[in-house]
């Protein structure tokens, strides 16, 4: 007999079993309170090359992101925690499961116009801006965006000069002494050292974690070279009719100085580094002796306008004997956010 709608209850509706199992997904994830601490050195494909113990049981653990962190991203210099076989052994292959909070990010965009952010280095506290003084010849716009850069991120910078044997740093210097970046010359010698200015260079990075950015054929590779034996990063030649250097580090790469004393991290060469991302302010903090005339701006004060009130406080001899050339080069870092051809 034929039964009607209205004949029908709940206790009708059958229940199609899971097919995937008969127990409700957890939205519970493991705390991994096991995990073993790691830090990122370099990434390939999808791998993470990790090292993990410290001293002589320190050794290399080769290692995949896990599903539960989604699209986060991980970079070289990040502190993470890893599950799984983390012996290093052939073949192994571990999991990272948890990304430690950065103290620092370096972040770059593709250009001035551009909304999305590159993260390059994680919890580097020093960016190393590393320039020849000839061949190729320095490109100042390119190193005053790096400036910028250390600046929104917190970092310290340093400016490292190559190749001093050829050129006179002298003139060079002096367009940045306003902003009272420290620095370091290096030369070519013939001696056994082959690198004046090395020792100095290694007083400055002892201790530190410190990222070398730079363009093509500047030497960083050759710095790096000296600092960690080890490293063996190729080291290219600039090409004779365009005056660049060729991209001879492909990805970036985290080592340990000798004795555990700090930190360098190795970049590829960049040609243009976008700074979409930076907040003027940030910028202007970074000079303590103009920040407190800025209280007297107008709202939204690109501190590059008539409008603008640290003239007044320059000119009143608030910021000292060097205000007018320290505001000069703020500004000079300033526009380099809008200027276009930062390769120049």
């Not at 801006?129 to 850069?149: H, K, Q, T, Y």
């Not at 990063?233 to 492909?250: C, E, L, P």
């Not at 202007?284 to 107008?298: K, N, S």
Request: aromatic share 2%; charged share 25%.
């Amino acid at each position: 007999m034929a039964r009607s709608a209205r004949d029908y209850d709940e206790s009708d509706v059958r229940v199609r079993p899971n097919p995937r199992g008969s127990r409700p997904r957890s939205k519970e994830r493991p705390k991994h309170e096991d995990a073993v601490p790691g830090r990122v050195v370099t990434v390939d494909r999808g791998r993470y090359t990790t090292l993990v113990g410290e001293g002589s049981d320190r050794h290399v653990v080769l290692a995949m992101r896990a599903r539960e962190l989604g699209r986060k991203g991980i970079v070289v210099g990040d502190d993470v925690r890893l599950v799984g076989d983390t012996s290093g052994a052939d073949g192994s292959l571990a999991r990272i499961v948890r990304v430690v909070p950065r103290t620092t990010t370096l972040r770059r965009t593709a250009d001035d116009t551009d909304p999305v952010e590159r993260v390059l280095v994680a919890n580097a506290d020093q960016l190393v801006v590393v320039s020849a003084l000839v061949n190729p010849e320095p490109r100042p716009r390119l190193i005053d965006r790096c400036l910028v850069a250390a600046y929104d991120a917190g970092m310290d910078p340093l400016l490292v000069l190559t190749k001093a044997d050829l050129a006179d740093p002298g003139p060079f210097l002096e367009t940045y002494a306003p902003l009272s970046v420290p620095h370091v010359v290096t030369a070519h010698t013939d001696g056994a050292g082959g690198l004046t200015g090395l020792a100095d260079l290694h007083d400055a990075l002892a201790g530190r974690v410190s990222v070398l950015v730079g363009h093509s054929g500047v030497g960083k590779s050759t710095l790096v070279n000296a600092l960690v034996p080890a490293a063996e990063r190729a080291v290219g030649v600039v090409n004779d009719v365009t005056g660049r250097g060729r991209h001879t580090s492909t990805s970036a790469i985290a080592l340990a100085l000798p004795d555990d004393d700090g930190w360098v991290i190795d970049t590829p060469g960049v040609r243009s580094f976008g700074l979409a991302h930076v907040d003027p302010a940030r910028i202007v903090g970074h000079f303590p002796d103009l920040e407190p005339g800025t209280q007297g701006c107008p709202r939204g004060c690109t501190h590059d306008e008539e409008e603008c009130a640290l003239d007044a406080w320059v000119a009143s001899g608030a910021a000292g004997p060097a205000g007018p050339s320290r505001l000069e080069s703020l500004r000079r870092l300033l526009r380099t956010r809008t200027a276009a051809g930062e390769d120049s």
